[in-house]
């Protein structure tokens, strides 16, 4: 019997090399989430209602790009493979070798959210809900960039006609779960926040946002685990449950807390 796969687009992941220095995808789509995402966030803070002054955001980007930075290394260092770390710690600042964890860069971006809000006195779940809007965009583009770096490849799937060979995959035909992932915590969830944020009775409770993406990502990335094959020093942790759907869990479960505490409490009027 032959198995038919649609050949993997073979795409060098340097965009641009300058003699000795190069430019990778995978930057360029850091660099691309965080510039497209800084002038949406613009576009929404300046909705009514104002909790603060949308330039304030300006001075957020370096905050935020240090969280995805140190926060998604820390994150992969922690929850995927800390014995290996543990062994070769200088590898821990290597990140031009891979090794992002989207949990983490979470995490690290709620900090410097906190940090920043105490600094500036800005409503922490107000920026919250515009930085979550924003960050599908980001999770966009990630996501096409390990499609183009062949890596976080589906699990195998010989009998599904879009089924693709990456080349770190073995022979078989696999699911290009990156653009699944590209889809849905990208694309799908970037209108479902969008749709939120655009509503004056939304914005004017902070924090149903951040708990929409909260529950829409961890349901989004905990499904497509199914199609995703673990990682290869992980696998699964229990039965078939992954790594991705342990971390998604509290996620989706703060989410729910959130959106009920934000609208539990009266409306915030501002005049924008």
């Known amino acids: 019997m032959i198995t038919l796969a649609i050949p993997f687009p073979v795409i060098d992941p340097i965009a641009v090399a300058i003699g000795p220095f190069a430019i990778r995808w995978y930057a360029l789509a850091y660099i691309a989430g965080i510039m497209i995402g800084w002038r949406y966030a613009l576009w929404l803070a300046a909705r009514p209602p104002a909790y603060f002054t949308p330039k304030l955001l300006d001075d957020f980007v370096l905050y935020a790009t240090l969280g995805v930075v140190l926060g998604g290394r820390a994150g992969y260092v922690l929850f995927y493979n800390p014995a290996y770390f543990l062994q070769n710690p200088l590898e821990i600042f290597m990140v031009w070798n891979g090794g992002m964890s989207f949990h983490g860069g979470m995490l690290g971006v709620v900090a410097a959210i906190v940090l920043f809000a105490r600094q500036t ?24 960039a390990n499609f183009i770096n062949g890596e976080l490849f589906g699990r195998a799937a010989g009998d599904v006609p879009w089924a693709m060979v990456f080349p770190r995959g073995g022979p078989e035909p696999r699911h290009p779960s990156q653009l699944y992932e590209a889809a849905l915590e990208g694309g799908v969830l970037f209108v479902i926040l969008l749709v939120l944020a655009r509503r004056p009775g939304v914005r004017a409770r902070p924090g149903i946002v951040v708990g929409a993406f909260l529950i829409g990502y961890g ?24 790594m991705g759907q342990v971390l998604s869990l509290p996620m989706i479960l703060f989410g729910v807390f959130l959106i009920w505490w934000a609208i539990s409490r009266p409306a915030t009027t501002i005049k924008g």
């Open 121 to 144: 006195k800005a409503p922490i779940l107000a920026i919250g809900d515009i930085v979550a809007a924003a960050a599908p965009i980001g999770l966009f583009f990630g996501r096409i």
């Open 219 to 242: 349901v989004f990335r905990s499904t497509v685990e199914f199609f995703r094959e673990p990682d290869a020093h992980l696998g699964f942790v229990f039965a078939l449950v992954t």
